[in-house]
């Protein structure tokens, strides 16, 4: 078959049509017989995919590996060229390919076991995925253009010392020139894939050093709050049993209005114990969660412990408060002491 090109006519383009239509380019072109626009733009894109010259021209090379190139017959030619894409080269490129996809495999992957988050675990397994299809398409390219390698060896030998048999070899290596450039796309698909895979990774190391552990409330917090009410709580039982052993109404009102307050700052107090706990209960469940549960999971405890870390705050404004009363009474006592001496 000749060389077609933009302008080309006939059986000849009618046949490139035909065999671009096929999968896996299914070009989706008019069997007309008229090399068009749209035929040339359809041999680029099947150059492209599969790495031949770019140049819209159906060539040898470009004919020979959509199973339309010139044959020698049953009885071969002598002299005759092996029509097909250069199989060394392809060996030679597909090899590299995969060199260097390993290589990024192995960088991402050492990221990936460096960084202790579920969303880091997750896309870890995925990498791993891609790299099992990989190493299995690269397997099935590589093996049949190893097969294609020794055909080809074969059919130089033929030319050589039989020459009736170039013809059948060059039949059976037709159909496997097909079944190699479906193979190459899928090993090409899997490096992209790993690609991808690769940028997935960069982006949850970003993500993953936003996650800090929570350690906003701490145990002494909890026993720092409570030696001050046990501290308040004795003062104000002292002042109660002082104001008891007087006579005198204000000293009896003083020791209701401190028992009015102590109640009030008990159960206030007790509310901001159990919030409290529950805060540090927040913060364990969040930094054990961190090297397995995803973002969205953690960003729910986070969103967890800051409203209780708001109502937290809230309840030790309050005590705080009820303390500063205290203190109050304790000056009002004072001076009514001075007043009204035993």
Same mark, same amino acid.
């Given at each position: ?6 302008g080309s006519k006939g059986r000849d383009v009618k046949a490139l049509q035909t065999a671009l239509n096929k999968p896996p380019l299914k070009a989706g072109l008019k069997v007309d017989g008229i090399f068009g626009d749209k035929t040339e733009a359809s041999v680029r894109a099947y150059q492209r ?22 044959? *020698?017959?049953?009885?071969? *030619?002598?002299?005759?060229? =092996? ?16 060199? !260097? ?6 960088? +991402?992957?050492?990221? @990936? +076991?460096k960084i202790k988050t579920g969303d880091m675990r997750e896309t870890e397994a995925e990498m791993l995925a891609a790299w099992k299809a990989l190493d299995k398409t690269f397997r099935d390219v590589f093996d049949i253009l190893q097969n294609l390698e020794r055909m080809e060896k074969d059919f ?46 960069? $982006?949850?190391?970003? @993500? ?29 039982? #002292?002042?109660?049993?002082? &104001? ?24 206030? +107090?007790?509310? =901001? =114990?159990?919030? $409290? ?8 469940? +969040? ?12 960003? #729910? ?5 800051? %409203?209780?870390?708001? %109502? &937290?705050?809230?309840?030790? %404004? !309050? ?5 500063? %009363? !205290?203190? !109050? ?14």
């Open positions: 078959m000749k060389k077609l090109k933009n995919r599969n790495r031949l010259k770019k140049d819209g021209i159906a060539g040898p090379k470009t004919l020979a590996s959509l199973g339309l190139g010139k044959q *020698s017959g049953g009885g071969g *030619s002598k002299g005759s060229d =092996w029509p097909h894409t250069d199989v060394h080269e392809m060996v030679d490129e597909v090899a590299s390919k995969y060199k !260097a996809t390993r290589t990024i495999i192995d960088k +991402h992957l050492s990221i @990936a +076991h130089m030998r033929a030319q050589r010392d039989k020459p009736a048999s170039a013809g059948r070899i060059l039949k059976r290596a037709k159909p496997l020139y097909r079944k190699a450039a479906q193979a190459l796309l899928k090993f090409l698909d899997a490096c992209t894939a790993v690609e991808e895979m690769a940028k997935k990774v960069e $982006a949850t190391k970003s @993500a993953s050093a936003k996650i800090k552990p929570l350690d906003s409330f701490h145990q002494k917090d909890i026993r720092g709050r409570q030696l001050i009410r046990d501290l308040r709580q004795k003062k104000t039982l #002292k002042k109660m049993r002082e &104001c008891a052993d007087r006579d005198a109404p204000e000293y009896k009102e003083i020791r209701l209005r401190y028992l009015r307050l102590e109640v009030e700052a008990e159960k206030a +107090h007790k509310l =901001w =114990w159990s919030n $409290a706990e529950i805060v540090l209960n927040l913060q364990e469940m +969040h930094n054990r969660a961190i090297p397995t549960a995803s973002s969205k999971e953690l960003k #729910k405890l986070r969103d967890r412990h800051f %409203k209780q870390m708001m %109502k &937290c705050l809230t309840l030790m %404004k !309050a005590s705080d408060r009820m303390r500063r %009363k !205290a203190e !109050a009474i304790d000056e009002e006592l004072e001076a009514l002491q001075k007043l009204q001496p035993a």
